[in-house]
């Protein structure tokens, strides 16, 4: 491919320490022949070869080139180099969804034998991965709780080879204290793998912690507009060239468009995350001690059991508010049907604002034991605040809670 006026990659980030915000709109595959200002969408599934040598040199890894889109492609490559840019990481693979960025991280590093530690509050799927299908490879695991340092010491066994963490957890937005834990994976030599999804590396940059890997769902906030599938793997490079070389044989590539989504939707990060994080807090200190509810959850919020720990490990609360019916169950039927201007729906981090009740949805594969663990209570409701004016955000609460009370 001909790259007259940039031979190079444009990073920002190569440039005079530039910040978040530049490094998110300024980082940009080359531009081709054709002088476009946008990244255009390379939509295909191979590339062509010089010449019979460059076809050998390709496949023999001597030279670095785009061969096939399984691979790498142009669109991945641009937002996997954002992303690694602004969480500080040496290195990155793009993937499918933010699943397979899990199962990856984890199957490329994990053998018959071996034990993964893991914070017990987890999204439903990477429980279900855990807990039902790497035993089927013969990996064990184990739960800590997040809070207490003891329980993470006296369950790290010799086999123990990989540490498991998402903070703050979806949905009880639980936290998990990343210097203390990425300092004892230090020195137990044990990588700590952080799922990033609800801070986003504007709020929280885990590696800086001591952290081996970030996964991400950028199905979530990155994309932040409800369009997009989408995960990535960064951190270590080493750890980055296993999980590379299992996600290039097991196929769990992000397709060129969505990439090119992606890549877009990074440059507005920030400015999306300052809105979500400002209306979360605005939405949670309103609804905090509402006769309708037992409580409130916000990281940011001084009532929440670990807000000092919030305000050391992040930039801001994020956009995820929990609320717990008084009622249960039922109130929160009626809530959710009563609702007219928030979705009811199981995604999160999007303009809209998303309504979810974990129970009968995104956690109804755990027992009830499992969920009352992590918090998950019949009551609660997860509030994916988004970007509309927040006083209409919350009239529709407050009516959908009125309601709920002759519905239920
Ligand atoms: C949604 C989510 C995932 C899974 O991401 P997908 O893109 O839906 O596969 C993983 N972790 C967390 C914390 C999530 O919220």
Redesign the pocket.
Known sequence: MTRPDSPTRTTAAEATDPHFETIAVRTQVPRTAEREHSVPLFLTSSFVFDSAEHARALFADEVEGNVYSRYANPNTDEFVHKLCALEGAEDGIATA????A?FTALASRLSAGDHVLASRAL?G??HQILTRILPKWGVTWSYADATNPESWTSQITPATRLLFV?TPS?PGLELVDLKWLGTLARERGIPLVV?N??ATPYLQRPLAWGASLVVH????FIDGQGRT???AIVGDKAMVADARYFARHTGPALSPFNAWTLSKSLETLAVRMDRHCANALALATHFEGHPALDSVRYPFLPSHPQYALAKQQMQAGGGIVVLVLRGGIERCRGFLDALQLCSHSPN?GDTRTIVTHPTSTTHSKLTEAERQQVGIVPGLVRISVGLEHVGDVIADLEQALDRSRELS
Do not use: I, P, Q, R
Not at 97 to 100: H, L, N, P
Not at 217 to 220: D, F, I, P, R, V
């Open positions: 969804s933010g699943m397979a899990v999204f799927s990477t998402e979806n799922d999804c609800f769902s950028a199905t979530k599938l989408g995960g999160l």
